[in-house]
């Protein structure tokens, strides 16, 4: 009989050392909820939340009407105050699919509403004229003057308004060298009198000299002399 040989030592080799293959199946999880004891549980880092101190929300600007328009766009005047500057904001233009319908309508009803009559432009700034009206004709009631946008003021208006800034700006340029001419008269006129009262001051000097001269002449003495 051939001899017995002895069984080779089988090494068992812990699950940690198998390396993962393609074919290998996912490590999966007990019915407990639990892993598996072989798999390394990942946990997620909580995120921080965001402190609300520092957090900055875009203020919502109120419209208050609608200045003007063009083919596209509105000029919309704002309400409230410019933090920063402490002024009231100013009108911007936008399209007109953003405006408030509500503004919309209201501006184009302004625009077909009645007409006042108006006696003229008193004033202007950026987007405003300061518009002087007539009396009521019916009741007599007298009407203040009051800024509206420039969309509202007549071409005959506003050609009559520039053309009273223009005569006015000749007449004040007019005005200045007359001005001018009449101090340099007022001037040479107080020359010629200083002039005068130097020359009177002159010959009376004169005069009393030679008074003086004829009295102590000899000639004189020998006269009075007995």
């Given at each position: 009989?051939?001899?017995?040989?002895?069984?080779?030592?089988?090494?068992?080799?812990?699950?940690?050392?198998?390396?993962?293959?393609?074919?290998?199946?996912?490590?999966?999880?007990?019915?407990?909820?639990?892993?598996?004891?072989?798999?390394h549980s990942i946990s997620k880092a909580p995120q921080p939340?965001?402190?609300?101190?520092?957090?900055?929300?875009?203020?919502?600007?109120?419209?208050?009407?609608?200045?003007?328009?063009?083919?596209?766009?509105?000029?919309?005047?704002?309400?409230?105050?410019?933090?920063?500057?402490?002024?009231?904001?100013?009108?911007?233009?936008?399209?007109?699919?953003?405006?408030?319908?509500?503004?919309?309508?209201?501006?184009?009803?302004?625009?077909?509403?009645?007409?006042?009559?108006?006696?003229?432009?008193?004033?202007?700034?950026?987007?405003?004229?300061?518009?002087?009206?007539?009396?009521?004709?019916?009741?007599?009631?007298?009407?203040?003057?009051?800024?509206?946008?420039?969309?509202?003021?007549?071409?005959?208006?506003?050609?009559?308004?520039?053309?009273?800034?223009i005569e006015m700006g000749a007449s004040s340029l007019a005005?200045?060298?007359?001005?001018?001419?009449?101090?340099?008269?007022?001037?040479?006129?107080?020359?010629?009198?200083?002039?005068?009262?130097?020359?009177?001051?002159?010959?009376?000097?004169?005069?009393?000299?030679?008074?003086?001269?004829?009295?102590?002449?000899?000639?004189?003495?020998?006269?009075?002399?007995?």
């Amino acid at each position: 009989m051939p001899p017995k040989r002895k069984p080779a030592r089988i090494i068992p080799i812990s699950p940690r050392r198998i390396r993962p293959t393609l074919t290998s199946p996912p490590p999966t999880k007990n019915k407990s909820g639990r892993p598996p004891k072989g798999a390394h549980s990942i946990s997620k880092a909580p995120q921080p939340k965001r402190s609300k101190i520092g957090a900055k929300r875009n203020p919502l600007f109120k419209a208050k009407r609608i200045l003007d328009e063009n083919k596209t766009d509105y000029l919309i005047d704002w309400d409230g105050v410019d933090p920063k500057t402490k002024k009231p904001w100013v009108p911007t233009w936008h399209p007109k699919s953003c405006a408030n319908r509500a503004l919309a309508a209201e501006w184009k009803e302004s625009k077909a509403g009645q007409e006042w009559a108006a006696q003229g432009i008193v004033h202007e700034d950026e987007h405003h004229y300061k518009i002087a009206w007539e009396d009521n004709p019916k009741t007599g009631e007298v009407y203040q003057d009051t800024w509206e946008p420039k969309a509202f003021a007549s071409e005959a208006m506003v050609k009559e308004w520039e053309q009273r800034n223009i005569e006015m700006g000749a007449s004040s340029l007019a005005n200045e060298p007359a001005t001018s001419d009449d101090d340099s008269l007022a001037s040479d006129d107080d020359v010629d009198a200083e002039l005068d009262e130097e020359h009177e001051s002159d010959e009376d000097a004169l005069q009393q000299q030679i008074a003086q001269e004829i009295q102590t002449s000899p000639s004189r003495s020998n006269q009075n002399s007995p």
